[in-house]
């Protein structure tokens, strides 16, 4: 085991096996690891799968990527490729001492991925080279297409330089950079490099922007990354609602008006749709005509980054919260929220409401909180279906059929013994839908805090039934859990 390796893996096990939450469950995995006939509730892949190599591993980078890409905490890269067919996963290959980025999950575009990768800087804490790498999912091989160097120089100072990727298409591919100054205040710069040559080709200003309205007025917004297009296209939320970059200008361009636009009110998208479908209110009750407009007379804007870009359209979620007064003068509360899709080639914007998805209403004693409203989402889109992952704990897996406007809720299997689970997508498999998921038993309930401990497992859905037909311990990708 390489030491770097060793205090890597340590230093991160060692922060999820103190952390406690107060609403959402603690993270704390301790040292345990699954029992060989654990019930997930969902198959569990064979011990004794088939692998080439003298000493019975995969050989890493040995075959092509026909799934799911997946980080996962490891003493190596930790990008492991799962075959959707047969559940057989393999790591890829890379430079020694690199490992990929453990927050976030790498970008696929054809048959490339895209990821940020670190190697730590010997006897300087918390100081790593970072790179950009491309991973061909054909042979499961890398590179290096841009070098940043280290993100600190290892002193006390707050100066430090870190990356977000935002996504990647045609030659270009686009990050966020982090700089923080001395005084500890940050600056951020989205930024576009060219995939061939690895040389930055430009930036988009962050700064705030007055834009002009049909009606004389104007409004400002600051351009916020929320995804690029298979062609390099960055799209930013102006505002709350999606516009382009022009490639040439790196200007933001309105797809449609942000400010003050009827078109876009809730009330014109819902068309013949009950825009009750949208709302839930705390005493179930219809709310009154005279609050209306108030209600509805307003734009979807996305809910902090609940979005995805497709290639056709842009899908985002939208929630919010307000409060109004009934018939007899008191205060009551709604959540409103439901789904858009703005059609990238013929700019409509279309709404479809998401069940009781929405949210839910609390009981504040028992809780401390009056509402649960849906508001963190991650989104994918397979075939012709978006997949919804709300990663509130407890929530299932949902499916919207645009053509019908059909939601169909899949119940994510917690398996005996556990209170309830926490998932994310992995949104890597164009032609699948697989899940990070935390199944999560609760060790103690005192007080306003809550402490719980569980495993994480990556389980594979099949995107037409919604079957759960696959879980697998992350342990048994690294060969921790052997």
């Not at 390489?2 to 999820?16: C, D, E, N």
């Not at 982090?178 to 995939?195: F, K, L």
């Not at 704990?393 to 949902?398: G, N, T, Y």
């Amino acid at each position: 085991m390489r030491a770097t390796g060793r205090k890597r893996f340590l230093s991160v096990l060692a922060i999820s096996s103190l952390a406690v939450a107060a609403c959402g469950g603690g993270v704390n995995d301790g040292d345990s690891t699954p029992d060989d006939d654990a019930d997930t509730g969902v198959e569990q892949p064979e011990d004794d799968q088939e692998t080439d190599g003298d000493d019975g591993e995969q050989p890493a980078g040995s075959q092509s990527v026909n799934g799911a890409l997946v980080s996962v905490l490891d003493l190596g890269l930790g990008l492991y490729g799962i075959d959707r067919d047969t559940g057989e996963s393999f790591e890829l290959s890379y430079e020694a001492d690199w490992f990929t980025d453990r927050t976030n999950q790498p970008i696929v575009v054809g048959d490339r991925a895209y990821s940020l990768v670190f190697r730590e800087i010997e006897d300087l804490d918390f100081v790593n080279e970072t790179s950009v790498a491309e991973f061909d999912l054909t042979t499961g091989t890398g590179r290096e297409i841009v070098a940043f160097g280290p993100n600190s120089d290892g002193s006390e100072s707050l100066e430090r330089t870190t990356w977000n990727l935002i996504g990647a298409g045609g030659d270009s591919i686009w990050l966020r950079r982090n700089s923080s100054d001395a005084d500890g205040s940050t600056t951020q710069t989205i930024v576009r490099y060219s995939i061939s040559t690895g040389e930055p080709t430009g930036e988009v200003s962050n700064d705030t922007l007055e834009i002009a309205t049909d009606g004389g007025g104007s409004c400002t917004a600051t351009p916020r990354p929320i995804g690029v297009g298979s062609d390099g296209t960055l799209y930013v939320d102006l505002s709350g609602i999606p516009a382009r970059v022009d490639s040439e200008t790196l200007e933001p361009v309105e797809i449609v008006g942000v400010c003050f636009n009827e078109n876009l009110w809730l009330s014109t998208l819902a068309g013949s749709t009950d825009l009750a479908e949208f709302t839930i209110t705390d005493d179930g009750s219809p709310v009154p005509d005279d609050q209306a407009s108030f209600f509805y007379d307003d734009e979807p804007v996305i809910s902090s980054d609940s979005v995805v870009v497709s290639d056709d359209a842009i899908w985002w979620v939208f929630s919010r919260t307000p409060s109004y007064l009934d018939e007899a003068g008191e205060q009551r509360n709604a959540i409103i929220g439901g789904v858009a899709r703005l059609d990238l080639a013929t700019s409509d914007v279309s709404v479809f409401p998401i069940d009781d998805g929405i949210g839910e209403f609390l009981d504040q004693e028992e809780t401390g909180f009056t509402l649960s409203a849906m508001s963190q989402v991650q989104l994918q889109v397979v075939g012709d279906h978006l997949w919804l992952m709300d990663i509130r704990e407890a929530q299932p897996l949902r499916r919207l059929d645009p053509a019908t406007g059909e939601v169909t809720q899949f119940e994510i299997p917690a398996g005996d013994g556990n209170d309830f689970v926490e998932a994310e997508l992995i949104p890597t498999d164009p032609e699948g839908v697989w899940l990070s998921v935390s199944r999560r038993v609760i060790t103690s309930a005192e007080g306003e805090g809550r402490s719980t401990t569980g495993m994480s497992y990556v389980d594979q859905v099949d995107p037409d039934t919604g079957e759960f037909v696959r879980s697998m311990f992350e342990g048994e990708l690294t060969g921790f859990g052997n």
